[in-house]
């Protein structure tokens, strides 16, 4: 199962290291989303040593590089700067996401109003809308593959 976080109007999905936001797919480069990765998984707010220590090991005095990445991660979730968003920013600490929800799935509310007709589609042409049912229950829990797209 993916490792999928929702805040805000984004959709970050660590397994795939995929974000979305408003449902449309963000191209953003591999720091940020690590960053953001970071932040989601952590649920509380990450020091800025913290965030140095993990993503720059090497690097002294990337304090700079540090910034600029979280603005490029704020960029990515569509946070406007000096606006409140849910990547927030505690002065002389670190940072942190607000809002953040993990979920168990990453079957698009598309996807799922998409097998629940399927379902009510096939009940109605006779089949036994139970089984139509427990069809589309398998396939949003991920066995997709078992049974293919309508």
Request: positive net charge.
């Amino acid at each position: 199962m993916a490792e999928v976080y929702r805040f805000g109007a984004c959709e970050l999905d660590a397994t795939n290291a995929r974000l979305t936001r408003c449902g449309q797919l963000v191209r953003v480069r591999p720091l940020p989303l690590d960053v953001l990765v970071t932040l989601a998984r952590s649920a509380r707010l990450v020091t800025t040593g913290e965030l140095l220590d993990l993503h720059w090991p090497q690097s002294a005095g990337a304090e700079a590089t540090l910034h600029a990445t979280v603005n490029a991660a704020r960029r990515a979730i569509g946070q406007l700067p000096g606006q409140p968003g849910p990547l927030e920013s505690v002065h002389g600490r670190g940072y942190q996401l607000i809002g953040v929800a993990r979920t168990e799935s990453t079957v698009s509310a598309a996807r799922r109003a998409r097998w629940r007709a399927y379902a009510e589609r096939a009940a109605s042409s006779g089949m036994d809308p139970r089984h139509c049912l427990e069809v589309a229950d398998a396939l949003l829990a991920g066995e997709v593959s078992r049974y293919g797209e309508p």
